[in-house]
């Protein structure tokens, strides 16, 4: 019985270090990335491979394939975002067309997202009303997060909608009663 119970715990911890992506392409790939150095040298990073993460801006089709404008957050050596209040800027990863497309309704804006890409080229866009140069990179391996769920602790009748020294029944209402109700 110890010796199941080992087995257990020790799986468990295995499976909980796993990365999200292909252990090959974590090796390969660089995590440390400055769009400041690729957009100054381009040329030097092309086709290098890259582990990216970061928050959805948006994804759409385009002609090459489905396009994700993704807020950079540094990830980890598992590829598991780390903080989301520090950002490196945008970028653009482009999933192929050859390969599948990536539905916006799934892909959307929010969802965090790792990814193994390879660098490609500096294309011009916006941001709003100021000009923006993106790195685009070409997905080979894409990782998205589940959805977070948020739930209010309180169900619905039960909500504490009075200060403290009342308390509220579905049945009687608040009591004691507040002032006033007399």
């Given at each position: ?24 392409l ?23 491979l ?22 950079a ?23 192929p ?11 959307k804006e929010?969802r ?10 500096i294309?011009?866009?916006?941001i ?27 169900p ?20 004691p ?6």
């Amino acid at each position: 019985m110890k010796r199941l119970i080992a087995i257990g715990v020790a799986s468990l911890f295995l499976v909980s270090c796993a990365p999200v992506l292909s252990k090959e392409l974590m090796r390969e790939g660089q995590r440390n990335v400055s769009f400041a150095e690729l957009r100054a040298n381009p040329d030097a990073y092309k086709s290098k491979l890259y582990i990216l993460g970061g928050l959805i801006v948006e994804t759409r089709f385009t002609e090459q394939g489905s396009q994700i404008e993704v807020l950079a957050v540094p990830v980890d050596s598992y590829g598991y975002l780390k903080e989301h209040e520090r950002s490196n800027g945008r970028f653009l990863a482009v999933y192929p067309k050859s390969k599948a497309l990536l539905d916006p309704v799934v892909y959307k804006e929010g969802r965090e997202v790792t990814l193994a890409g390879e660098f490609r080229e500096i294309r011009k866009g916006k941001i709003d009303d100021m000009e923006y140069d993106y790195p685009v990179f070409e997905i080979r391996q894409i990782y998205l997060f589940e959805e977070q769920q948020y739930y209010n602790m309180y169900p619905y009748p039960y909500y504490p909608y009075y200060p403290y020294p009342y308390w509220y029944d579905p049945y009687w209402g608040p009591w004691p009663p507040p002032p006033g109700w007399w």
